[in-house]
């Protein structure tokens, strides 16, 4: 059917005519924005108190116990000379080719077994006194993928605030120094006072090598009554120092 307009004249034909449906906008997802880079997360059984890292790493599976200074042993170490220096003091070098690492320890401290270490040191007499290792694997090609030294230690320290046998942690120092081949080796000592074994030493080292996180723990005791002396020091920054990879 067809209309004619009295003044255009000619027909306007509307029969055919389609109604054009409404613009209908087409849905966009919205656009995905990168996450803010994280570092790394060391697997659960790498993180220790000792974690390393300690988690760490870290400081990470905790360190295994080790034992504890009973009453005669602390009194045996009061009877000590002055210089507060255990007697049988020289160092030995001890290798695990199997693990890959290497260290020095006292010759006197025999290696002991015990479940989750993988080496572990104990002066004969002072089971408190003693120096382990954990080697764990990990999702890192270097520590530094982890964190900074500072990081790590403020990880192993909360980690070791967290037990219910710590009394205080407190922070002396955290580093770094180059080891084998340029390996990155985080270096952390701390003040740690327990109700198992009581005030304490601690230092710790730890480096990723080979995706295999390698933690050293060294526990001395550091009594206000009988602090650390300067010799006794002077060979656990010897041990400390020594830890690397092969």
Known sequence: ???????????????????????????V????????????????????AATLLLGALPFPASWPQLTVASASEAA???????????????????????????????????????AGATALFQQEGKG??????????????????????QFVADRLLQAEKKKESTKSAELISAGERSGHGGLTVYEIEYALDSTRGGMKRIFSAAFVASRKL????????????????????????????????L
């Open 1 to 27: 059917m067809s209309l004619v307009c009295p003044r255009c004249g000619p027909p306007l034909a509307l029969a055919g005519r389609r109604r054009r449906r409404p613009h209908r906008a087409r849905a």
């Open 29 to 48: 997802a919205p656009k995905c924005e990168a996450s803010p880079s994280r570092p790394p997360l060391l697997t659960r059984r790498a993180v220790s």
């Open 76 to 114: 045996a170490a009061e009877a000590q000379g002055e210089s507060g220096v255990p007697e049988g003091l020289e160092l030995e070098r001890y290798t695990d080719q199997e693990q890959g690492f290497t260290l020095l320890k006292p010759a006197s401290w025999p290696k002991v077994e015990k």
């Open 128 to 149: 408190s006194n003693n120096i382990g290792v954990v080697v764990n694997p990990v999702r890192l090609n270097s520590l530094t993928e982890f964190g900074t030294p």
């Open 214 to 245: 390698y933690l050293l723990n060294i526990a001395y005791s550091d009594a206000k009554e009988k602090p650390l002396g300067s010799q006794t020091r002077t060979v656990l920054e010897q041990v400390l120092h020594s830890f690397d990879s």
